[in-house]
C-alpha cells in the first residue's frame, strides 16, 4: 500500500534516470541570531584582619554567556551561481529499525542525501549506506562529479516523491523493497557566465521506482534503484 505524500510539505525530491540518479533536496532557509544573554552572580568574598575581627564585602559579577553564532542562510541554486549552506538530513530514530515503517523512513531519508549530494556535490553519505551492486548509485556519484567539476552546479531538477509504500515481504536475496512514486520538475546543468551544458525537461506525470534494501549490522543499505 502506498503511503501518500502530501506535496504542501517540504518536499524530498530526486531527479533519477536510466543514465544517472540526481536529485536536488529544497529547503527552506533559516537563519538564527541571538542576543547575547547576561546572568549575573554575586560573590561573596570575606578578608580576616589581624585582629581577628572579619569584614565582608559583596562583590556583583556580570558574566555573559556565549553569543550563538548565527546560522547561515540556506540559498538554493540560481542561474547565478550553486546553491549555499546546504542543511545535512539528519537520519531519524525510526529509519534505523528493521520495520515496514523503518524501512519506509529509511528510503526518505536515502533520498534526502541524494538530494543533498546533487545541490553539494557530496556523495560520500549515499555510499555510506549503499552496496556496490547499485549500478544507479554509482552512475549517480559519476554524474554529480561531473557536474560539480570546477566552477559547474546544478539548478533545480527536483524529483518530489508523492507515494511510497512497501510490502515489508523479504526476497529471496534477502532484499525488502520500497516502491515510490515520483515526479521531476524542471532544471539546468550549468557553468560560469550563463552556461547551460544541459537542460531537463520535467515530467508530466509521476513515474514509479523501485528501491532494494538490506539490513545488515543494525542499518538499512540500498542494493538496487531503478525504474519500473
Known sequence: MFRTRALSSIPISARMSAAAVAAVLVLGGCSGSGEP???AAENVSSSASPSGSASASETATQTATPTPTP????????????????????????AKEKSKEGLEAFAEYWFSLVNYGY????????KELSSPECELCE???????????????????TLSIVALGTKFVETP??????????????GNDRGPNG?????????????????????????WVVDLVEGI
Open 37 to 39: 544573554e547576561a546572568e
Open 71 to 94: 546560522t547561515a542562510a540556506y540559498k538554493p541554486a540560481t542561474a547565478e551561481g550553486p546553491a549555499e549552506n546546504v542543511p545535512l538530513p539528519v537520519m531519524p530514530e525510526l
Open 119 to 126: 545541490e553539494t556535490g557530496d556523495t560520500s553519505r549515499v
Open 139 to 157: 552512475a549517480y556519484y559519476v554524474a554529480m562529479e561531473k557536474g560539480h567539476a570546477g566552477e559547474d552546479w546544478v539548478q533545480g531538477g
Open 173 to 186: 536475496e534477502g532484499r525488502y523493497q520500497v516502491i515510490l512514486s515520483i515526479k521531476s520538475a524542471p
Open 195 to 219: 552556461v547551460i551544458y544541459r537542460e531537463h525537461t520535467p515530467s508530466k506525470d509521476s513515474f514509479a521506482q523501485i528501491m532494494e534494501a538490506t539490513y545488515v549490522e543494525g542499518r
